[in-house]
């Protein structure tokens, strides 16, 4: 028997009859993309029926809003059904409008009932992030919620307990998928394929994933089915 390189994955349940719903939550245009892209091409790429809702709390009636639509288009493409909202709740100001975006997020517990929610992680030091991953535990008790990580000037990476594996393929999509939608970015120092590709082989080292890549979250509650 050859040695294992990493601990048997856990396996969303291969059983289910209907569509998996994923619920996608970002504070700003490309957090989403950032965080769990490659995760979210990936799922698409094993599963045929999933229903994508990806809410984007910032950036509706600026520039960034068609880039965010584009974006969602790109990592979305081979979604069963997909819902995108951009909202125009003002960045860098989320702490202070905070009953506003409760609103909206009571609005989508209220027609979505997703499956897995994939959202900001609890210790992100953006205060738009913190809100958003604040909010989402706040609305949602009964969803198995996954929180992605942002690379950031303010450094605030920590150690990650649950790890999505990428093929080298998926990882080039991602990184690609980021420049050819976020034009605006491209400018800054941080916004390169060497830093979303530099932290996916970090967490595959960690994760010990076959092509060496993967994306790192936080699962602050899982219930194993046995
Ligand atoms: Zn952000």
Request: aromatic residues 8%; charged residues 25%.
């Given at each position: 028997?050859s040695?294992?390189?990493?601990?048997a994955?856990?396996?969303?349940?291969?059983?289910?009859?209907g569509?998996?719903?994923?619920?996608?939550?970002?504070a700003?245009?490309?957090?989403?993309?950032?965080?769990?892209?490659?995760?979210?091409?990936?799922?698409?790429?094993?599963?045929?029926?999933?229903?994508?809702?990806?809410?984007?709390?910032?950036?509706?009636?600026?520039?960034?809003?068609?880039e965010?639509?584009?974006?969602a288009?790109?990592?979305?493409?081979?979604?069963?059904?997909r819902?995108?909202?951009?909202h125009?709740?003002?960045?860098?100001?989320?702490?202070?409008?905070?009953?506003?975006?409760?609103?909206?997020?009571?609005?989508?517990?209220?027609?979505?009932?997703?499956?897995?929610?994939?959202?900001?992680?609890?210790?992100?030091?953006?205060?738009?992030?913190?809100?958003?991953?604040?909010?989402?535990?706040?609305?949602?008790?009964?969803?198995?919620?996954?929180?992605?990580?942002?690379?950031?000037?303010?450094?605030?990476?920590?150690?990650?307990?649950?790890?999505?594996?990428?093929?080298?393929?998926?990882?080039?999509?991602?990184?690609?998928?980021?420049?050819?939608?976020?034009?605006?970015?491209?400018?800054?120092?941080?916004?390169?394929?060497?830093?979303?590709?530099?932290?996916?082989r970090l967490?595959?080292?960690?994760?010990?994933?076959?092509?060496?890549?993967?994306?790192?979250?936080?699962?602050?509650?899982?219930?194993?089915?046995?």
């Amino acid at each position: 028997m050859s040695p294992r390189r990493a601990p048997a994955p856990l396996a969303l349940d291969p059983r289910r009859a209907g569509p998996l719903r994923v619920l996608c939550l970002g504070a700003h245009p490309d957090d989403i993309e950032i965080g769990c892209g490659g995760t979210i091409l990936a799922l698409l790429a094993a599963r045929r029926n999933v229903e994508c809702h990806w809410i984007v709390f910032s950036g509706a009636g600026g520039p960034r809003a068609q880039e965010a639509e584009t974006s969602a288009g790109l990592f979305l493409a081979r979604a069963r059904r997909r819902q995108v909202v951009v909202h125009g709740f003002r960045d860098g100001f989320f702490p202070y409008v905070g009953a506003a975006i409760k609103e909206a997020f009571e609005n989508v517990a209220r027609t979505v009932s997703p499956d897995l929610i994939l959202t900001h992680t609890r210790a992100d030091r953006h205060q738009d992030h913190r809100v958003v991953s604040d909010l989402t535990w706040n609305t949602f008790r009964s969803q198995l919620i996954l929180e992605y990580e942002v690379p950031k000037y303010d450094g605030d990476l920590g150690v990650p307990n649950l790890f999505v594996p990428l093929s080298s393929a998926i990882a080039r999509r991602k990184t690609s998928h980021l420049h050819k939608a976020f034009r605006s970015q491209r400018s800054k120092r941080w916004f390169t394929a060497d830093t979303f590709h530099g932290l996916l082989r970090l967490r595959g080292v960690e994760s010990g994933a076959p092509e060496g890549l993967a994306e790192a979250f936080y699962a602050r509650k899982t219930i194993l089915s046995l």
